[in-house]
């Protein structure tokens, strides 16, 4: 069974970067697509991006285009978030997800981890 879990979140200043990342456990991502969400009090689980199988990223926020970058590194079996240029409104749970096939819905996700905590503040 596959499992997620998120890792590298914490406290970083406005402007500042930070690199997120989504390690499996029992299972390959060889064949599984992986989406981030972010989760704030306004917003639960809203759609950020996606790393396709193959490495194509799919976008869904326009506020993070040129400022997060997703890759991925199957022999590790991890999935990376790389964040720049960090904003008051990028703050929240960051939660990444595993499934065939991209989507910017979360109950398309068959997998979850359980979220990493982002704080911006100077």
């Known amino acids: 069974q596959l499992r997620l879990a998120e890792s590298g979140g914490g406290l970083v200043e406005p402007g500042g970067s930070l690199r997120l990342s989504c390690a499996a456990s029992?299972?390959?991502?060889?064949?599984?697509?992986i989406g981030w969400f972010r989760e704030t009090p306004g917003n639960s689980r809203e759609p950020l991006a996606c790393?396709?199988?193959?490495?194509?990223?799919?976008f869904y926020k326009d506020s993070v285009r040129g400022r997060f970058a997703l890759s991925r590194d199957n022999a590790k079996a991890t999935v990376f978030l790389r964040m720049a240029s960090l904003r008051s409104d990028d703050a929240g749970v960051y939660f990444c997800?595993?499934?065939?096939?991209?989507?910017?819905?979360?109950?398309?996700?068959?997998?979850w981890g359980q979220g990493t905590q982002v704080t911006v503040s100077s």
């Open positions: 029992g299972g390959t991502l060889d064949w599984t697509a």
């Open positions: 790393v396709w199988m193959d490495g194509e990223v799919t």
């Open positions: 997800a595993a499934d065939r096939t991209c989507s910017e819905f979360a109950p398309h996700f068959k997998t």
